[in-house]
């Protein structure tokens, strides 16, 4: 595709992105599937677009590859395809604000990323020793020596901060 035609073409998708994912959305009522819907679309006009650009109802062409992509779509039932048998469990937690969610980021951030990695998988994922021992490649022992500096860390550099014990991480 020449330089000028390759333009033409961006001009032209970013114009009406918008439009694009309003019929989308219409069509499936799912912004994630609305947003794969039109960037299908896109490619598939960009592959064709000597021959689209030359159409005279453009926008009709545009729309009818939305559509059939949407309706081969809905033929071939991905949207039925299910990765897991239930949701995952989401754990309810009281909102301590974004404040203190940033603090303790930050700190953790500060961490070395072994001590960080532990913590992560100790406190925010819930493993037990055994099994952050697993996923680390280390021993028990390691694990819980790591969880103890880790935790000092995060007491030095939180200070008097009673952040620990929310669980705004």
Do not use: N
Request: charged share 30%; aromatic share 6%.
């Amino acid at each position: 595709m020449p330089d000028a035609s390759e333009q033409e073409y961006v001009e032209y998708i970013s114009a009406r992105l918008p439009m694009l994912h309003r019929l989308a959305y219409s069509l499936c009522g799912d912004s994630d599937q609305a947003d794969d819907l039109v960037q299908e679309t896109a490619v598939r006009l960009f592959e064709r677009w000597s021959r689209a650009s030359r159409a005279d109802q453009i926008d009709a062409y545009v729309r009818t590859i939305l559509v059939r992509l949407f309706l081969d779509s809905q033929r071939k039932g991905w949207w039925r395809i299910r990765l897991f048998a239930a949701p995952p469990d989401v754990r309810r937690t009281e909102d301590h604000g974004t404040e203190d969610r940033t603090v303790l980021r930050d700190a953790l951030a500060k961490v070395p990323p072994r001590q960080r990695a532990v913590l992560v998988l100790r406190f925010l994922h819930d493993l037990s020793v055994d099994e952050a021992a697993r996923v680390l490649g280390c021993s028990a022992g390691t694990v819980k020596s790591q969880t103890a500096h880790g935790v000092a860390a995060m007491r030095r550099l939180l200070g008097d901060r009673d952040l620990m014990e929310t669980g705004a991480l």
